[in-house]
């Protein structure tokens, strides 16, 4: 929900690596470690912290920076932080679907069987979820990714407009001499 297919392209294609960070992102990644330590309380499992950026053997266009593995099991960890506002979307077992694409991501790249997906909800509570190995939606992912790949990477031909307001900012990024509102006839 926080990027558009224009975000996606411009981040696979740019020469120079261009980190969009806000507050909430940067509080996700203070918190990060105590949401770990968090887990591991609930769990009883041990976990380390990953350093490595994975990439799919078979689709090399698949990469996975993932937040912790755990030890002893062929799982990793997925640590997250939300707003009080975001709490609905937890609720009765609820996985946000980005954050579930996100898991299965990381499995798919990492060939993990199990990942955890754990999120502090500020001022609120913890939680924890498990998702398991789903062949059919990882064949899903690889098909999509593949071909956003070869469609729009490869050729090095932009998506579409599609509206959003995340398209007009990517193109603002892209574009910043632009000049808002005028157009060419």
């Not at 078979?58 to 506002?85: N, Q, W």
């Amino acid at each position: 929900p926080y990027a558009s297919p224009i975000h996606v392209y411009l981040d696979k294609t740019q020469e120079e690596a261009r980190e969009r960070d806000n507050e909430p992102m940067r509080q996700g990644r203070d918190l990060e470690d105590y949401v770990a330590r968090r887990f591991a309380e609930a769990t009883g499992l041990k976990v380390r912290r990953s350093r490595y950026l994975y990439r799919d053997s078979e689709y090399p266009f698949m990469l996975a920076d993932v937040d912790r593995l755990i030890v002893g099991h062929d799982a990793g960890l997925e640590c997250k932080t939300a707003s009080p506002y975001q709490e609905d979307a937890w609720q009765d077992g609820a996985i946000p679907p980005h954050y579930r694409i996100q898991c299965l991501q990381y499995m798919a790249v990492t060939g993990k069987k199990e990942w955890y997906l754990a999120v502090v909800i500020l001022g609120k509570g913890f939680q924890y979820r498990k998702l398991v190995w789903d062949d059919d939606l990882i064949r899903k992912l690889r098909i999509v990714e593949e071909a956003f790949w070869t469609r729009y990477v490869l050729p090095r031909k932009m998506p579409e407009p599609d509206g959003s307001m995340a398209f007009g900012e990517a193109l603002g990024q892209h574009y910043p001499k632009a000049v808002s509102g005028s157009s060419i006839r």
